[in-house]
């Protein structure tokens, strides 16, 4: 994962300026920016590290989201073999957001139900954001899609192709 003694990753969001994300191992990761309020998503470091996600976890038991100290509840879907399966829930202060994968390389980011945004990362700290046009984004979308994108990663193969790629792996 990443060094925690360097320097955050700084993205220009096209509609929050500056945006930080810094992840510390598989444990910790804070999204942060002067337009956004602070996301700081945690891991148990008492629970297994799983090295294909990088907060290491799907598990909300092991799981801690905060907003500006607010706990957020936290509900990732376990994965399997479709690209739903992949989808992550958060309820924060009544509103729900979720993003799930949608193509090969991003996620979209829905607030209670609306397509307010696109993310596309490879769980790492660079995350890119294009959000929708005509749709009223507010910085706390902006942190929740940062934080989720970065800790769990986006997008997804279509469920033909993890079924195609099963078969021409077990034929010999």
Known sequence: ????????TSIEDTR?????????GQDRLEVDGE????AVLERDPASEADAQIAIGTRDPAFLTLQIDGREAELKPAKGGLSRRSYRVDVEFEGVGY???PDSIPS???TRDGVHIGDFSSDGGE??????REGVDVRPLDASIGYALASAFGTGGQPMWMVI???VSSALP
């Open 126 to 131: 660079l995350v890119l954001a294009e959000w």
């Open 164 to 166: 195609v790629d099963g």
């Open 1 to 8: 994962m990443n060094d925690p003694d360097r320097t955050p």
């Open 98 to 100: 979720c993003l799930v």
């Open 35 to 38: 337009g956004i309020p602070r």
């Open 16 to 24: 929050f300026g500056g945006i930080t994300v810094h992840q510390d």
């Open 107 to 109: 996620s979209r980011l």
